[in-house]
């Protein structure tokens, strides 16, 4: 079955450390990447987007994204966190045998001022 | 402004007592969809909607109901809720199935 999978469940650092949560999917073929903040007690709100092109790709707030293909997987990073980027962050992959969005469980991210 | 407004934001019922929770976007999105969401689950897809009376089950259809009869719109129907349906619900809209999503406030509901 597909799948998507965000192997950090819960993250805190201190601010100013840099940042890589990872996800990871199940199937091949041609897909499409998002990454997704959902900040506390409000919705989720795109973060960035992978179609086609460049795999590193960048988004709001200074995060970034690397597709790697061989390796099924879309890590987003960013260099210095702040005590804002205090969030839950959701992988979602589009595509595969079924043409579905698949999001991932989440990770929730605490920084520490 | 664009936006998908769901309403209520909170909502307590009893188990059986049916209920909606209704979904609107100015976007003119064909695309829209319902998720609930639960610790440790992520989002969960319950049924979404290519177009006008166009529905179709997600992973998680079972005590929901939809429809879709404008463009706009596309309530949830809890037509006999549990206490298992206790959780986070958002709507979502987008141009195309694959396109960025854009996601209301959230409802909150709890059975009791």
């Known amino acids: 079955a597909q799948s998507v999978s965000q192997h950090n469940h819960h993250v805190i650092l201190s601010e100013a450390a840099s940042l890589e949560l990872g996800c990871n999917y199940s199937y091949g073929g041609t897909v499409n990447l998002f990454w997704y903040v959902q900040y506390p007690g409000q919705h989720l709100q795109l973060l960035l987007k992978y179609f086609s092109g460049d795999p590193l790709v960048k988004g709001i707030k200074g995060f970034e994204a690397e597709f790697i293909k061989s390796k099924f997987s879309f890590n987003l990073r960013k260099p210095s966190v702040q005590w804002s980027d205090t969030a839950e962050y959701f992988c979602a992959v589009y595509g595969g045998a079924t043409n579905k969005l698949i999001f991932g469980t989440g990770t929730l991210l605490a920084v520490q001022p | 402004e664009a936006q998908v407004t769901q309403n209520p934001r909170y909502l307590i019922t009893v188990t059986g007592k049916k209920l909606t929770v209704t979904c609107s976007q100015n976007?003119?999105?064909?695309?829209m969809s319902w998720y609930r969401q639960d610790p440790g689950l992520g989002l969960r897809q319950i049924y979404y909607?290519?177009?006008?009376?166009?529905?179709d089950k997600g992973d998680v259809p079972e005590g929901y109901k939809v429809s879709r009869k404008e463009k706009r719109n596309f309530p949830l129907i809890l037509e006999s809720p549990s206490p298992n349906q206790t959780s986070l619900y958002f709507c979502?809209?987008?141009?195309?199935?694959?396109?960025?999503?854009?996601f209301g406030n959230g409802t909150r509901l709890t059975v009791t």
């Open positions: 976007m003119n999105h064909e695309y």
């Open positions: 979502a809209s987008s141009g195309k199935r694959n396109s960025p999503l854009h």
């Open positions: 909607s290519m177009n006008v009376e166009v529905t």
